[in-house]
């Protein structure tokens, strides 16, 4: 099954070294043609060292393969946030390898700060280099919460064709250092009834701080360098904007919790200790959204 976790391949790569030129840009390199003698791995979900991988059908290292990096919300895990992508619905017909880095393994800050991101976030991408037949031009990066902050943070040091985030909304101490520049096609799905960020801002079961919703989006929209009035449209469970801006942006505003859509859970906020729990129930389905955003750019190369 596509969420089984499989058997890792047998051979342990050594990590690929990680480059940084004088800019401190990554420079991933391009991988070798063919990736001949590449591990074969086989399709489904595998946990190998500190990292959850999902090997799409048909994976073959014949040929080059665009590149999701997934990142998960603060105390989470990584083989959660990629049961949450739903592979078995939406495999047919998409060639994406997904990598989570499973963050709380060695992030010391649930925040994801951008240097913990070029620290391990570019590491675990140059060590599945090795294995992978990876499409390193063709990288997307997908955040979940907290984990949206890494989602900028490596878009603003390697050439990422597209970011989506949901349920992203942190406060300014632990906002993005950086954005990314030019700006890159971005999805952002906000859900309106958070218990850790509420939607019209200030203090939520884990602490205070956050910004409006609709401050949010202004951010992004200046991010974006977005321009004229918005065109909206209703969708199921909320409403979602497009701007004429300097590289695609959408905002949704839907119902449902920080949790992913039809994943229950409690998590802790750090020491307060208090108890947040939403069900994430929304009619929007977000893992299809998602992915066809990740998919009209990919096709807008």
Same mark, same amino acid.
């Given at each position: 099954a596509a969420n089984d976790v499989g058997r890792p391949p047998q051979r342990t790569p050594e990590p690929a070294a990680l480059v940084v030129d004088a800019a401190g840009e990554?420079?991933? @390199?391009?991988?070798?043609?063919?990736?001949? @003698?590449? +591990?074969?791995?086989?399709?489904? +979900?595998?946990r190998f060292d500190e990292l959850t991988i999902h090997i799409p059908p048909g994976y073959s290292p014949t040929r080059t393969y665009p590149v999701v990096m997934?990142?998960? $919300?603060?105390?989470?895990? =990584? $083989?959660?946030?990629?049961?949450?992508?739903?592979? %078995? =619905?939406?495999?047919? %017909?998409?060639?994406?390898?997904v990598i989570a880095p499973l963050g709380n393994a060695w992030v010391t800050s649930h925040h994801w700060e951008d240097q913990q991101v070029q620290q391990h976030a570019f590491r675990a991408l140059n060590r599945m280099s090795v294995d992978l037949c990876l499409d390193r031009d063709n990288i997307y990066a997908l955040g979940h919460g907290k984990g949206g902050n890494a989602a900028y943070g490596l878009a603003?040091?390697?050439?990422?064709?597209?970011?989506?985030?949901?349920?992203?909304?942190?406060? $300014?101490? #632990?906002?993005?250092r950086c954005a990314p520049k030019p700006p890159i096609a971005t999805l952002e799905i906000f859900p309106d009834h958070d218990s850790v960020a509420p939607?019209? %801002?200030g203090e939520g079961c884990g602490g205070g701080g956050y910004r409006p919703i609709s401050a949010e989006i202004a951010r992004s929209k200046k991010r974006q360098s977005c321009r004229g009035p918005a065109t909206s449209?209703?969708?199921? %469970?909320? +409403? #979602?904007?497009?701007? +004429? #801006? @300097?590289?695609?942006?959408?905002?949704?505003?839907?119902?449902?919790?920080?949790?992913?859509?039809?994943?229950?859970?409690?998590?802790?906020?750090?020491?307060?200790?208090?108890?947040?729990?939403d069900d994430g129930a929304t009619q929007f389905g977000v893992t299809a959204a998602i992915w066809d955003f990740f998919d009209e750019a990919r096709a807008a190369r």
């Open positions: 990554v420079d991933l @390199g391009r991988n070798a043609a063919g990736c001949e @003698g590449m +591990t074969i791995w086989e399709p489904g +979900t595998h997934l990142f998960h $919300d603060g105390f989470q895990e =990584s $083989d959660p946030a990629l049961r949450n992508l739903d592979f %078995g =619905s939406i495999d047919e %017909g998409r060639d994406y390898v603003c040091h390697i050439p990422v064709r597209a970011i989506a985030v949901f349920g992203h909304r942190l406060t $300014d101490d #632990c906002a993005p939607a019209e %801002g449209r209703e969708v199921a %469970g909320g +409403t #979602c904007q497009t701007w +004429t #801006c @300097g590289a695609p942006y959408a905002a949704c505003v839907v119902d449902g919790g920080r949790a992913w859509p039809g994943r229950p859970r409690h998590f802790e906020i750090g020491a307060i200790l208090r108890r947040c729990r």
